[in-house]
């Protein structure tokens, strides 16, 4: 290693007097040299945590039915200094709905922009994109109105166009209500299917992920006596490969391990308590292992969940959606995230809805939303997304 300053320095005193430097002058050097090197560790540092603030993801904040608790949930998470570590969080919404639940504890300042570009991601700050300026008697907490309905439609269509654009990195959705969706007159059953349409995905798949358990949708918003009429084998085979292919690039597993749920109790019984096991569900699992898929089933779905909470496997594939979501907020009901599955563009939801009844209360739980925050940063790190 070549010498230091310093040591240059002590090497061409002792050339000039033939003697070691004065014990005085020895530790006036020794400490200059000692701050000098603490300075550039500080610079290197300080140089260090500059580019990864740089780096940090936009990620995109829809937030939902402004009469849910969409807002106040948003104003609660980004009140917590840790999501601006992660990433520039900007909200897509109404700056009166904000601004009802900005308290005397959380952050005061909103701070309208335009473009994603423009977001600092500090904390204390809310970056706003208004997409809608609501009069006030639309956003009375509790109480839906079809122009809010309008509005979270607005704010949803805004940031999937500015993620498709490469603007974003990901888009994290609030709660709507599916009803009002429909009466704004947006014929979808919720979110996913909005967002598909917008981009143009025909293969797209619900989970819904926590630590311990993540549980992909065959079926998803449908009574339950359509389900048997709605299952088939290319359905069942599509939700396998796209779960898979999303657990390898979006949750970074290299083999990832899937099982099956039966639809019946006992996984039919060899026929006697329904046939759609042996003639849909288990095709479905040999044409996706014949195409290199580690996959199981059909398993009864009494005792699979607990195999799969165990570490058994790292997904499991349900028939429908009590079926999957049952176990699922058991085990994660304040801290699950609902990821979309086979979109060109990343998106993550709370696992929640807009929870009418406890709106204005400020008793909302902002946990599903910093988890949705966090995975959504998460996928696009791992599909090296980076807006």
């Given at each position: 290693m070549?010498?230091?300053?310093?040591?240059?320095?002590?090497?061409?005193?002792?050339?000039?007097?033939?003697?070691?430097?004065?014990?005085?002058?020895?530790?006036?050097?020794?400490?200059?040299c000692?701050?000098?090197?603490?300075?550039?560790?500080?610079?290197?540092?300080f140089?260090?945590?500059?580019?990864?603030?740089?780096?940090?993801?936009?990620?995109?904040?829809?937030?939902?039915?402004?009469?849910?608790?969409?807002?106040?949930?948003?104003?609660?998470?980004?009140?917590?200094?840790?999501?601006?570590?992660?990433?520039?969080p900007?909200?897509?919404g109404?700056?009166?709905?904000?601004?009802?639940?900005?308290?005397?504890?959380?952050?005061?300042?909103?701070r309208?922009?335009?473009?994603?570009?423009?977001?600092?991601?500090?904390?204390?700050?809310?970056?706003?994109?208004a997409?809608?300026?609501?009069?006030?008697?639309?956003?009375?907490?509790?109480?839906?109105?079809?122009?809010?309905?309008?509005?979270?439609?607005?704010?949803?269509?805004?940031?999937?166009?500015?993620?498709?654009?490469?603007?974003?990195?990901?888009?994290?959705t609030?709660?709507?209500?599916?009803?009002?969706?429909?009466?704004?007159?947006?014929?979808?059953?919720?979110?996913?299917?909005?967002?598909?349409?917008?981009?143009?995905?025909?293969?797209?798949?619900?989970?819904?992920?926590?630590?311990?358990?993540r549980?992909?949708?065959?079926?998803?918003?449908?009574?339950?006596?359509e389900v048997?009429?709605?299952?088939?084998?290319?359905?069942v085979?599509?939700?396998?490969?796209?779960?898979?292919?999303?657990?390898?690039?979006?949750?970074?597993?290299?083999?990832?391990?899937?099982?099956?749920?039966?639809?019946?109790?006992?996984?039919?019984?060899?026929?006697?308590?329904?046939?759609?096991?042996?003639?849909?569900?288990?095709?479905?699992?040999?044409?996706?292992?014949?195409?290199?898929?580690?996959?199981?089933?059909?398993?009864?779905?009494?005792?699979?969940f607990?195999?799969?909470?165990?570490?058994?496997?790292?997904?499991?594939?349900?028939?429908?959606h009590d079926?999957?979501?049952?176990?699922?907020?058991?085990?994660?009901?304040?801290?699950?995230?609902?990821?979309?599955l086979?979109?060109?563009?990343?998106?993550?939801?709370?696992?929640?809805?807009?929870?009418?009844?406890?709106?204005?209360?400020?008793?909302?739980?902002?946990?599903?939303?910093?988890?949705?925050?966090?995975m959504?940063?998460?996928?696009?790190?791992?599909?090296?997304?980076?807006?």
């Amino acid at each position: 290693m070549p010498p230091s300053c310093c040591e240059f320095m002590f090497l061409f005193l002792n050339h000039l007097t033939d003697v070691s430097p004065s014990p005085n002058l020895s530790s006036i050097l020794r400490r200059a040299c000692s701050g000098a090197a603490e300075d550039g560790t500080r610079k290197e540092k300080f140089d260090r945590e500059g580019s990864n603030l740089r780096k940090r993801p936009f990620i995109g904040i829809t937030m939902g039915d402004p009469a849910g608790i969409g807002p106040e949930i948003i104003v609660k998470a980004l009140s917590d200094p840790k999501i601006y570590d992660l990433c520039r969080p900007l909200v897509f919404g109404d700056r009166g709905a904000l601004k009802l639940c900005v308290g005397k504890k959380r952050i005061p300042a909103i701070r309208e922009i335009t473009h994603s570009s423009e977001a600092q991601g500090k904390p204390g700050q809310i970056d706003l994109i208004a997409v809608c300026n609501l009069e006030r008697g639309v956003l009375t907490p509790g109480i839906p109105k079809v122009e809010g309905g309008m509005a979270m439609v607005d704010c949803i269509v805004t940031a999937v166009e500015m993620a498709k654009r490469n603007e974003l990195s990901a888009v994290v959705t609030c709660p709507i209500s599916k009803s009002l969706m429909q009466q704004a007159g947006h014929a979808y059953e919720g979110h996913t299917q909005l967002i598909a349409s917008l981009t143009r995905c025909e293969d797209y798949v619900m989970m819904l992920a926590g630590e311990k358990l993540r549980v992909a949708l065959v079926t998803i918003h449908c009574s339950l006596r359509e389900v048997p009429l709605l299952l088939s084998k290319e359905k069942v085979y599509k939700t396998i490969s796209v779960t898979s292919r999303a657990l390898q690039q979006d949750f970074g597993l290299r083999n990832p391990r899937i099982a099956v749920a039966a639809l019946n109790p006992h996984a039919g019984e060899e026929g006697l308590f329904g046939k759609e096991e042996e003639e849909v569900i288990r095709p479905a699992i040999q044409k996706a292992k014949a195409e290199g898929h580690q996959v199981e089933g059909p398993f009864p779905a009494d005792s699979l969940f607990f195999r799969a909470a165990g570490g058994e496997f790292d997904a499991v594939v349900a028939m429908y959606h009590d079926q999957g979501l049952i176990p699922l907020k058991l085990l994660h009901f304040s801290d699950a995230v609902n990821v979309t599955l086979g979109l060109s563009i990343v998106r993550t939801s709370v696992d929640h809805g807009t929870a009418y009844d406890i709106a204005g209360k400020d008793i909302a739980d902002p946990s599903s939303l910093k988890s949705a925050i966090r995975m959504a940063v998460s996928i696009a790190k791992n599909r090296g997304k980076s807006a």
